[in-house]
């Protein structure tokens, strides 16, 4: 084991150890079914769990990612995150010395990769956003969007890991569920995506003992955060990141925003600037390693990472104007142009599919997606759509479908 990874190893195995000395007896995760898992059971199980190769692979909800996480930093070994409808993708290099968490995103750029995270760039955005949004004292996370993503891993599985906070599953991310999963709790907070905020508050969602409502994943609008405020006096707080640099801004306010650009203030220890095109350059401590496969004019390691987003960031808080990357972003689901051409291309027998996304007339949802067919538009029917999309995730399937005239 190298220097950097034991020094990580060490720290953590520190951390966590004083976590299970001080809360041992206290539950760490709640599931559904009203079960408890202790953080000294969850210290039993990981230790068990001696990982047989190089790396720890976990495709699964919050329980199986809390626990994957935790044997993997106890014994040392780099845990891959893969989203359970995907496969894993083997890192095109080997890992960087140091790597203790492999994330597989397509984030802005549209293309499916692996990125490289130290326990050190890990700690550094989860305690980041610890501080900043005083998490310690809102409650329990409630994990009800998926831990395969930056946003839902850092706001719940690793603040238990990392600073003690229990986690609660909701198994579904529907209202229903949601609010069996939050009723035991006298406080909670919540991170969502604004597809599912707009769900929860026409589902009739109780938010009564939610102490912090947090959005991220693509951009939130006036009127959705005007319809929480007014109809349930919740304040939805906007969060601006990448999964490659981790949490950069947040609006900390309590009143309504006036400009739905407005992506709130730098978080403390986070530096930014943008590049001739007018891209966001992040310089922080919780910028990851880098990709498996950088492609030119790139910019990620060494403490700096070039987004695909042109932010303002001239005034005192960060303003979006508009993403350039090729990634499509349905819902705040990152997408892949390119797969989802590959997949209908194979499915439907074509030789070119073109994919694009395309503003959506449903805002929350930010994107449709756009598929360009090498056939006649009178031929694109129901039948040709089923076929075409056999081998799509329902999130991948277009909402327009362009052929020939």
Known sequence: MDYASSQGLQMFGERWERIVAERGAQAALYLADGSTTTFRQLDDEARAMKPAGDHVLVQGNAPEVLRALLAGFLHGVPVHLVEKDRQRRVPAVPPPIGTALIKQTVGGSGLRRCQFFTLDQIAADVDRLHAALDLGARGVGVAAISCAHSFGLTMTVLQTLLNGVPTCF????????????????????????????????????????????????????????????????????????????????????DVLRSDARDLGSLLPGVQTQTDHKGRLVVTSSSVGLGYDELLPEERYGGGFFTTSDQIDPSGERLMFEQCIGGGINVAGRKLSPSEIGEKIKRAAELPRVTIRGASSRDPERCQDIVAVVEMPQAEIDAAFKTKACSLLAPWEVPRRWIGKS
């Not at 508050?201 to 959005?215: P, Q, R, Y």
């Not at 304040?235 to 609006?251: M, P, Q, R």
Request: negative net charge; glycine residues 8%; hydrophobic residues 45%.
């Open 170 to 253: 909701a198994p579904q991310p529907f209202a229903q569920p949601l609010m069996e999963a939050m009723k035991h709790h006298a406080r909670v907070f919540l991170p969502g995506v604004p597809a599912l905020w707009k769900a929860w508050l026409m589902g009739e969602v109780w938010f009564g003992n939610v102490s912090l409502a947090i959005s991220a994943g693509s951009p939130l609008t006036l009127e959705l955060e005007r319809l929480a405020l007014e109809k349930h006096g919740l304040k939805i707080h906007n969060l601006y990141g990448t999964s490659e640099c981790g949490a950069v801004s947040w609006d900390e306010s």
